[in-house]
């Protein structure tokens, strides 16, 4: 469906995505006591960082700050919402191989450094990396992961949400829900789904999937 379509139809909702796979996935390659890589993907302006930062109470987990040749926007620190680099400085990193992924974004590069990763994993903490379904895609390749999407309960929602925040201009906007098309339509591809509609569902939701794969291998792996 092309983005006219999808602006001219009021009844596309997503209720009927979310979904759950039957089977918990073993962690093969993963040595004894290592903590769990987990994913959160999905359109941009669907969340996923409002949920993010919501389970950090959970405790034992990080969040693996990515390094983007974006702009930083109003509100956000370097270093802590992003590592802010030029594209020069993203080059050299891809020359040395430093990226676990990375990917080209609405105009933008995003990359997750390699050793922020394996650091956080070998010391037995979680770490959950908040990235494009591309990049997701990367990291399911080379790691064992648990892989979440976050969908917008509609597509006038996410617009909604892109419009009320005023980062980006219309033509931005119309890119990222072109973008959103594309992504959704791989959200099947993921361990799980979560809508996010009501908040404090999703973040229960987002939090139990991640206790559950904790009692799992607390008593598979660890
Ligand atoms: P934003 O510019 O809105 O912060 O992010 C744009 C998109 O890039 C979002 O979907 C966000 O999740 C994704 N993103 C952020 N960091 C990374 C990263 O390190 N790698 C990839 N592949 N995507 C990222």
Same mark, same amino acid.
């Given at each position: 469906? !092309? %983005?006219?379509?999808?602006?001219?139809?009021?009844?596309?909702?997503? !209720?009927?995505?979310?979904?759950?796979?039957?089977?918990?996935?073993?962690?093969?390659?993963? &040595?004894? !006591?290592?903590?769990?890589?987990? #994913?959160?993907?999905?359109?941009?302006? *669907?969340?996923?960082?409002?949920?993010?930062?919501? #389970?950090?109470?959970?405790?034992?987990?990080?969040?693996? *700050?990515?390094?983007?040749?974006?702009?930083?926007?109003?509100?956000?620190?370097?270093?802590? +919402?992003?590592?802010?680099?030029?594209?020069?400085?993203?080059? *050299?990193?891809? +020359?040395? /191989? @430093?990226?676990?992924?990375? &990917?080209?974004?609405? +105009?933008?590069?995003?990359?997750?450094?390699?050793?922020?990763?394996?650091?956080?994993?070998?010391?037995?903490?979680?770490? $959950?990396?908040?990235?494009? *379904?591309?990049?997701?895609?990367?990291?399911?390749?080379?790691?064992?992961? #648990?892989?979440?999407? %976050?969908?917008?309960?509609? $597509?006038?929602?996410?617009?909604?949400? @892109?419009?009320?925040?005023? &980062?980006?201009?219309?033509?931005? #906007?119309?890119?990222? @829900?072109?973008?959103?098309?594309?992504? %959704? /339509?791989?959200?099947?591809?993921?361990?799980?789904?979560? %809508?996010?509609?009501?908040?404090?569902? &999703?973040? +229960?939701?987002?939090? /139990?999937? $991640? $206790? /559950?794969?904790?009692?799992?291998?607390?008593?598979?792996?660890?």
């Amino acid at each position: 469906m !092309g %983005i006219a379509a999808m602006e001219n139809n009021d009844d596309m909702f997503f !209720g009927d995505m979310s979904h759950q796979n039957d089977s918990l996935p073993v962690k093969e390659n993963e &040595a004894k !006591g290592m903590g769990t890589l987990f #994913i959160l993907s999905g359109p941009s302006g *669907v969340g996923k960082g409002t949920l993010r930062k919501a #389970i950090m109470d959970l405790g034992n987990i990080s969040f693996a *700050v990515s390094c983007t040749t974006r702009p930083p926007r109003e509100g956000e620190t370097d270093g802590i +919402d992003y590592r802010f680099i030029t594209s020069e400085e993203f080059n *050299v990193m891809l +020359d040395k /191989s @430093l990226f676990l992924e990375h &990917a080209f974004v609405h +105009d933008y590069m995003y990359g997750t450094l390699l050793s922020d990763v394996e650091n956080v994993l070998k010391s037995g903490e979680d770490i $959950i990396l908040e990235i494009d *379904v591309q990049g997701a895609f990367q990291v399911k390749s080379k790691m064992d992961c #648990i892989s979440i999407f %976050i969908l917008p309960p509609s $597509i006038e929602t996410l617009e909604d949400r @892109l419009r009320s925040r005023k &980062a980006d201009s219309d033509e931005r #906007i119309i890119l990222r @829900l072109k973008n959103a098309e594309y992504e %959704i /339509s791989r959200s099947g591809e993921f361990d799980h789904s979560i %809508i996010n509609d009501s908040l404090s569902q &999703a973040i +229960d939701e987002l939090k /139990s999937i $991640i $206790i /559950s794969y904790r009692n799992y291998y607390g008593g598979k792996n660890k």
